[in-house]
């Protein structure tokens, strides 16, 4: 593991309007967890769990605090995936392999949400570390140790009607993604990074972030109508599932507007998910 990197953590999708993108995401087909709160900020989220990742909606709870740049990027950017998260298992040693290989990290962060069970009110506390824009260029990403990783994952949350088994692929547009690579492969380690000759593939654990072109964009999505957005941008999320059928179907039973592409793959359009594409596939 490279600076005690773990794989992907999870992904956070700004959203305006915290509640209808519940109502949006359980439509889709995905457990959601109760509602949570930042300790100390206006941000609110609802989570969708995974084994080892999750699908994270943030949403402004109290309008005029402080929400980490949240109002600014909803303003500027509109809806969307806006940070991608890497695990870390010990933040403080992460910070120092991080110094020593240049990266300039921030000190580790502590924070805490409050998290509204039926039982009682939990507070998952994390330890998050910031890294510089060169660190990850055409991506705003952090580093997230989980200190408290018991009260995140009950056995109920991880189970969804759509047949979603793990997030596999962070899919992010941008002009040239083979000028990233050595940015890449000094933050998660050599060997970690594959390029092709307009593409870009970073693996972390058993996950992937692939930078495309627009132009590959169109070429790899045929099927969805892609928003015209200036780059870079996280354009979509590829969901293991066992059986695309059994997904394809879960969407049609439930009215949601979904594609098949002719390997079978199910694509929700970013219409349809809050500015973010989701497919559905049984590739990892």
């Known amino acids: 593991?490279?600076?005690?990197?773990?794989?992907?953590?999870?992904?956070?999708?700004?959203?305006?309007?915290?509640?209808?993108?519940?109502?949006?995401?359980?439509?889709?087909?995905?457990?959601?967890?109760?509602?949570?709160?930042?300790?100390?900020?206006?941000?609110?989220?609802?989570?969708?769990?995974?084994?080892?990742?999750?699908?994270?909606?943030?949403?402004?709870?109290?309008?005029?605090?402080?929400?980490?740049?949240?109002?600014?990027?909803?303003?500027?950017?509109?809806?969307?995936?806006?940070?991608?998260?890497?695990?870390?298992?010990?933040?403080?040693?992460?910070?120092?392999?991080?110094?020593?290989?240049?990266?300039?990290?921030?000190a580790p962060q502590d924070l805490k949400r409050e998290l509204e069970l039926p039982e009682g009110t939990v507070l998952p506390a994390f330890s998050l570390v910031h890294l510089p824009p060169e660190a990850t260029p055409q991506l705003s990403m952090f580093l997230c140790q989980h200190l408290t990783p018991e009260l995140l994952r009950k056995p109920e949350w991880l189970v969804h009607p759509n047949g979603a088994e793990q997030i596999s692929t962070v899919i992010v547009v941008t002009d040239n993604p083979v000028a990233l690579e050595l940015a890449y492969e000094k933050l998660v380690g050599a060997g970690n990074t594959v390029r092709t000759d307009r593409m870009l593939a970073v693996r972390s654990g058993g996950e992937t972030i692939l930078f495309v072109t627009p132009d590959d964009l169109d070429t790899l999505f045929p099927d969805l109508a892609h928003p015209s957005r200036p780059a870079p941008y996280v354009a979509g999320l590829r969901f293991r599932v066992h059986n695309t059928e059994a997904a394809a179907a879960y969407f049609r039973a439930a009215g949601v507007e979904h594609a098949r592409s002719l390997d079978g793959t199910v694509l929700v359009p970013a219409s349809a998910a809050h500015g973010c594409f989701l497919e559905f596939s049984s590739r990892a």
């Open 1 to 106: 593991m490279a600076h005690r990197i773990t794989g992907l953590d999870h992904t956070v999708l700004a959203t305006t309007d915290l509640e209808a993108a519940r109502e949006t995401y359980r439509r889709l087909g995905f457990t959601i967890t109760p509602r949570g709160r930042h300790i100390g900020w206006a941000t609110g989220n609802y989570c969708i769990m995974f084994p080892r990742t999750y699908h994270e909606l943030l949403g402004i709870a109290e309008p005029g605090g402080y929400t980490a740049g949240l109002e600014d990027t909803l303003r500027l950017k509109g809806e969307g995936v806006h940070k991608v998260v890497l695990g870390i298992d010990d933040a403080a040693t992460a910070v120092a392999e991080l110094k020593a290989s240049g990266l300039n990290p921030s």
